[in-house]
């Protein structure tokens, strides 16, 4: 695997605040509505999602929270009445002592499936990892070689069987 990470970064969907534009433009004749605008589309704005390779980021207002794909436990989606017919939910991921949850996202249902195929990917790419790890030498290197030699010592009649016994419990 190269060492680029793929990073994908999106906002909520403007028809999470459906109603908030909605009165901005009902408002605009009376100059509120460019204020209440302006304020929900600094507000949209101001939220971002980061998806990474192995973990998910949000930024609120400069609070940032993170979470690495291979803590997450359960995923899920949540609409309202309104969010259906927009089409748009919020992502909720579960971890053992947090939560994240990403608000106003267009096409919930896909997105999570995206992300719960990343989860799986990371948890596949642990346990192969955690697979590979050599394991302790029983023994110290060159043991058996040694063994060998004097076993092809004692067998040549080279040397006698209580050399041979000494020499053998040394190993």
Avoid: C
Avoid at 37 to 66: A, P, Q, R, Y
Avoid at 73 to 90: A, E, F, P, R, V
């Amino acid at each position: 695997m190269n060492n680029t990470q793929e990073k994908i970064t999106i906002h909520p969907s403007w028809k999470n605040y459906f109603w908030a534009y909605f009165f901005g433009v009902l408002l605009t004749p009376m100059l509120i509505g460019i204020v209440v605008l302006w304020i929900t589309n600094k507000k949209k704005k101001n939220i971002i999602f980061t998806v990474t390779d192995n973990s998910i980021n949000t930024s609120k207002k400069g609070n940032k929270e993170s979470l690495d794909l291979i803590h997450i436990l359960s995923t899920s989606y949540s609409q309202n009445q309104l969010q259906k017919l927009l089409g748009i939910g919020d992502i909720k991921l579960q971890a053992n002592v947090s939560e994240l949850i990403l608000e106003g996202i267009e096409e919930p249902t896909s997105f999570l499936e995206k992300i719960d195929i990343a989860i799986a990917y990371q948890n596949e790419q642990r346990k192969a990892s955690e697979k590979i790890t050599p394991r302790e030498a029983t023994h110290n290197p060159g043991t058996l070689d040694k063994m060998d030699y004097l076993t092809g010592l004692w067998q040549q009649g080279l040397i006698s069987d209580e050399d041979y016994d000494t020499e053998r419990k040394k190993f």
